[in-house]
């Protein structure tokens, strides 16, 4: 077992005395996922480290104890670990550990007591969620249906191919008996193996072949095993998606709740509470709580007095512990039944994920604020100080602001400053675009995997990011103010936020950037080719046509949700709302970054951005990461992303060289695609 803080040495390495480099900004480690014990005294949570050598992200899980102050490393750091889940005699922890090459799903047992953790059992399929009795029999695990025999013999006469739309893929849950998985595991130790006796480890509860399990929740009393049940996995079946509820005899029963997408028991078992949308839209309408009495199946709403879309966090004695996200924030708050939020945290903080004990006394969360990174924190004690482990270096300023877009909309954002900041020159400017659109800029210390923010302050760059119509934290009729109007609508807000900053005389109107990722990358794409006032853009696995996004995607959707209609019955909308249309307008040098493998936003859209930009004689650069997805999980491709950004920037807003640095040293290529 091994402390913390005796990972993470900077000492001895020759950085840079200013801001982060992009190498050490990769490098810091990151603290999530608290899990606390019902008991209240130990805290698990994941910290993830930069695997350099091996070109991976790796989380090591870790257990506070709050009795001794102490934080061991109960996972083997050589593997990738998470799920942590604590058994309700707060004795022992589960979790799940990708071992060996082939990221085996191994289920690990760490107990407190004895201080020691071992492997319990290798499942054979990925798991998504590990969920330990209430009962203190068995594990529940929800992971991918095996492979049925028809498909391996289908696979073994004709090779491989898809039905597309008719053979999902779908998650199954599962119960692991523990004193039979625990009798094997010794038996290792005392028998040969011609001796032992076998026994089925586990139940498979569900086929995975009339709907696909999303998560699950277990009721105090370990009675009942609440199921969140798309269809399918296909990600356009969600919204379609039902609740149903495994009694002690394992029968099934569906509850009466539509479009629900988070639930917990109550403390008593008797009453399951489920987040549904207030109205009818599941994608913009603010989330109320239902509550399903589970003896007649009859319900009550409680619906927020405020104008905030909640996520659940669990139902304790106290009542709902809530989150939700405003003004560039995660808060988290306490929902009573009249429908009223008692805040539990200020704007200055940020919360990544929360636990708390089933009586509500005691809570652990993953927290940043303004001054500080994610730290863990117990009962409002910080556990962690992953501050003292990271080097000293300058940080950005991040100050929220607002203005008026074009047609009166108020628009509110973050601005990152130098820490030395002078008002009085003239400062480039770049403006990064988040994603979603529902999510939203953020103000605390958290630092992105994308875009080198810190390095270009570093250089004298402002870096502005708006949180744009259709945003969330700004209330239901803000989030629904993009419905066919994405684009145009985007542009306004992104230029109106540039004008109010020229205005006030520190920007240079002359050398203006924007970026982004995902939706951020269409609403890039969308300024590179609708107005002229960018000098250099960067489009990240953005949507160039709306047409060609639709018919490629995995999540069709989308487009019915924001566009109102398909590309047959309502091309004009397709048209006006797409970076294509006005590709004869495009003065913009623009950097596409796309992943090759990306379901989401399909690669056709990017070489047909890049294709229109080269025939219109427009400076532009396409680079395919090979093998990656809608975003990149290798650290080196992360370098890649981050530096191909800072160059094309530096080029074309501060006049350095592109071509040696945008290619990278074949040293450092090498390291990026390798997998």
Request: net charge negative.
């Amino acid at each position: 077992m091994i402390v913390l803080s005796s990972y993470f040495r900077w000492e001895g390495y020759d950085l840079s005395d200013g801001y982060l480099t992009i190498e050490e900004q990769l490098s810091l480690p990151v603290v999530n996922s608290p899990v606390i014990s019902a008991d209240g005294k130990k805290v698990a949570y994941t910290v993830r480290r930069t695997d350099w050598n091996d070109n991976k992200y790796l989380r090591t899980v870790v257990v506070y104890d709050a009795e001794s102050g102490t934080a061991l490393h109960v996972s083997n750091d050589e593997f990738d670990s998470s799920l942590p889940d604590w058994a309700p005699d707060s004795r022992r922890l589960a979790f799940l550990q990708k071992t060996g090459g082939e990221n085996k799903n191994d289920v690990m047992i760490f107990d407190f007591e004895e201080k020691r953790t071992f492997k319990l059992l290798t499942f054979e399929n990925d798991i998504s969620q590990i969920k330990w009795s209430r009962k203190n029999d068995g594990l529940y695990l929800v992971a991918v249906s095996p492979e049925s025999e028809e498909l391996k013999k289908r696979k073994e006469n004709y090779g491989e191919f898809d039905y597309i739309d008719e053979e999902p893929k779908n998650s199954s849950l599962f119960f692991v008996h523990l004193s039979r998985a625990m009798k094997k595991y010794s038996s290792r130790f005392e028998l040969p193996k011609d001796m032992r006796s076998e026994e089925t480890l586990f139940d498979k509860l569900t086929d995975g072949k009339e709907f696909h399990v999303s998560s699950i929740a277990l009721s105090p009393d370990g009675n009942h095993v609440a199921l969140l049940a798309p269809p399918t996995s296909d990600v356009n079946d969600f919204d379609k998606a039902k609740v149903f509820l495994i009694n002690a005899d394992k029968k099934l029963k569906e509850l009466p709740l539509t479009h629900p997408r988070g639930f917990a028991f109550s403390p008593d078992s008797k009453k399951l509470a489920v987040v549904a949308p207030e109205e009818e839209d599941p994608w913009m309408d603010n989330g109320a709580v239902e509550i399903v009495d589970l003896s007649d199946l009859s319900k009550k709403r409680v619906a927020v007095k405020h104008d905030l879309n909640i996520e659940l966090v669990s139902w304790t004695e106290k009542g709902f512990f809530v989150s939700w996200i405003e003004d560039s924030t995660i808060s988290l708050g306490l929902l009573g039944e009249k429908g009223t939020i008692a805040r539990l945290t200020n704007e200055d903080q940020l919360v990544m994920a929360s636990s708390t004990t089933p009586n509500g006394e005691h809570l652990a969360m993953a927290m940043a604020t303004d001054d500080e990174p994610v730290e863990i924190y117990l009962d409002g004690k910080k556990i962690t100080d992953i501050a003292s482990l990271q080097p000293k270096r300058e940080r950005v300023r991040k100050e929220r602001l607002s203005w008026k877009s074009n047609d009166g909309t108020e628009i509110h954002g973050v601005l990152n400053l130098p820490a030395d900041f002078d008002s009085m020159k003239k400062h480039p400017l770049v403006v990064l675009v988040h994603g979603g659109p529902t999510w939203t800029a953020l103000a605390a210390r958290v630092t992105s995997s994308y875009y080198p923010v810190e390095q270009l302050v570093s250089k004298g760059v402002l870096v502005l990011e708006p949180n744009y119509r259709g945003s969330e934290g700004y209330g239901r009729d803000f989030r629904k103010l993009n419905y066919r109007n994405l684009g145009i609508g985007d542009y306004q807000d992104v230029i109106s936020g540039v004008d109010h900053l020229i205005e006030k005389g520190f920007v240079d109107e002359d050398r203006i950037g924007v970026m982004g990722w995902s939706q951020g990358g269409y609403i890039s794409a969308f300024c590179a080719t609708y107005g002229k006032r960018f000098k250099a853009a960067s489009v990240g696995a953005g949507i160039s046509n709306w047409m060609t996004y639709h018919v490629n995607t995995d999540i069709h959707e989308f487009c019915h949700r924001y566009l109102g209609n398909n590309p047959w019955e309502d091309p004009q909308i397709y048209e006006q709302t797409s970076p294509m249309t006005y590709i004869r307008n495009a003065s913009t040098p623009t950097l596409i970054q796309h992943g090759g493998s990306d379901t989401r936003v399909p690669p056709p859209n990017a070489f047909e951005l890049y294709q229109g930009l080269r025939e219109m004689n427009v400076p532009v650069r396409l680079v395919i990461y090979k093998g990656m997805g809608h975003g990149a999980d290798k650290p080196g491709l992360h370098r890649a992303i981050m530096t191909q950004n800072l160059v094309w920037f530096s080029h074309y807003l501060l006049g350095e060289p592109l071509e040696e640095s945008f290619k990278l040293k074949r040293v450092d290529r090498e390291k990026t695609e390798k997998s």
